[in-house]
């Protein structure tokens, strides 16, 4: 019984060190990130304005 606790735990320690994230990652997103700027779904915060598109034109990508 104690093997089987033992295969569970590093079972679960194997998962948790795999990515978070499944989602695919549009070229779109990859490059508005990669300027420091952030996407939001709806509109931007009142200071930042939309510059262009994330996740295949389904959120905004917002700068200052």
């Known amino acids: 019984m104690k ?3 033992l295969l569970f735990a590093v079972f679960l320690l ?3 060190a795999t990515s978070g994230s499944a989602d695919p ?3 779109d997103t990859v490059e508005c990130r990669s300027q420091g700027k952030f996407c939001r779904a709806g509109p931007c ?3 930042f ?3 262009a598109t994330c996740h295949g034109g389904m ?5 200052k």
């Open 3 to 5: 093997i089987l606790y």
């Open 14 to 16: 194997l998962f948790q």
């Open 25 to 27: 990652l549009f070229p």
């Open 45 to 47: 915060p009142t200071t």
């Open 49 to 51: 304005a939309a510059t």
């Open 59 to 63: 959120m905004n990508c917002c700068s």
